[in-house]
T-cell receptor
Framework: NAGVMQNPRHLVRRRGQEARLRCSPM?????VYWYRQLPEEGLKFMVY????????ESGMPKERFSAEFPKEGPSILRIQQVVRGDSAAYFC??????????????FGEGSWLTVV | AQSVTQPDIHITVSEGASLELRCNYS??????LFWYVQSPGQGLQLLLK??????LVQGIKGFEAEFKRSQSSFNLRKPSVHWSDAAEYFC???????????FGTGTSLTVIP
């Protein structure tokens, strides 16, 4: 049973370019979460999605960041016009159903974005 | 509001010594509690979790944690540390009304020979 799959694992972008990070949840999981981990810091919640719906985006920066989880295909975290401060590890996680049911959340290996 | 505090930023222990990593949480009801481990350049691996029932939970790699409601704590323990345990450890709390995990800032563990 494949775990949460993220790609690319490492991504280098120049300032002003766009970064697209992809996440396929575990088989049977329909809830996806994105977290950001800055150097020497903990994990910060960004967004929670179900298929075709954004449930909670309270942790997303107001500009340049967007996320989607289409009916078919992986979830995508998109960062437009990247700046050096966007350099971080971005982790995707999934659960079988909503977190409120006490399910365990499983993490992908992360995507490391470096902005040069 | 939910929150998690890991008071120790960095801990160094000798191989074979016992280990306790502290975690305190803030949550109005009974929380769901988790410990994750992260090796450099890797994702987070679940060590153990507490949902209900026995307050002492066993996890993988010989780790255990004890939920103490009176102290709002969920400390992680291991009786004898191995060099391969060197990593970053995160405590997390989730509530039954929200859709978020709240993570502590992590404790970095160094194991010396």
């Amino acid at each position: 049973n494949a775990g949460v799959m993220q790609n690319p694992r490492h991504l280098v972008r120049r300032r002003g370019q766009e970064a697209r990070l992809r996440c396929s949840p575990m088989k049977g999981h329909s809830h996806v979460y994105w977290y950001r981990q800055l150097p020497e810091e903990g994990l910060k919640f960004m967004v929670y999605l179900q298929k075709e719906n954004i449930i909670d985006e309270s942790g997303m920066p107001k500009e340049r960041f967007s996320a989607e989880f289409p009916k078919e295909g992986p979830s995508i975290l998109r960062i437009q016009q990247v700046v050096r401060g966007d350099s971080a590890a971005y982790f995707c996680a999934s659960t079988r159903s909503g977190q409120g049911t006490g399910n365990t959340i499983y993490f992908g290996e992360g995507s490391w974005l470096t902005v040069v | 509001a939910q929150s998690v505090t890991q008071p120790d930023i960095h801990i160094t222990v000798s191989e074979g010594a016992s280990l306790e990593l502290r975690c305190n949480y803030s949550y109005g009801a009974t929380p769901y509690l988790f410990w994750y481990v992260q090796s450099p350049g890797q994702g987070l691996q679940l060590l153990l979790k507490y949902f209900s029932g026995d307050t002492l939970v066993q996890g993988i790699k010989g780790f255990e944690a004890e939920f103490k409601r009176s102290q709002s704590s969920f400390n992680l323990r291991k009786p004898s540390v191995h060099w391969s345990d060197a990593a970053e450890y995160f405590c997390a709390v989730a509530g039954n009304t929200g859709n978020q995990f709240y993570f502590g800032t992590g404790t970095s563990l160094t194991v010396i020979p």
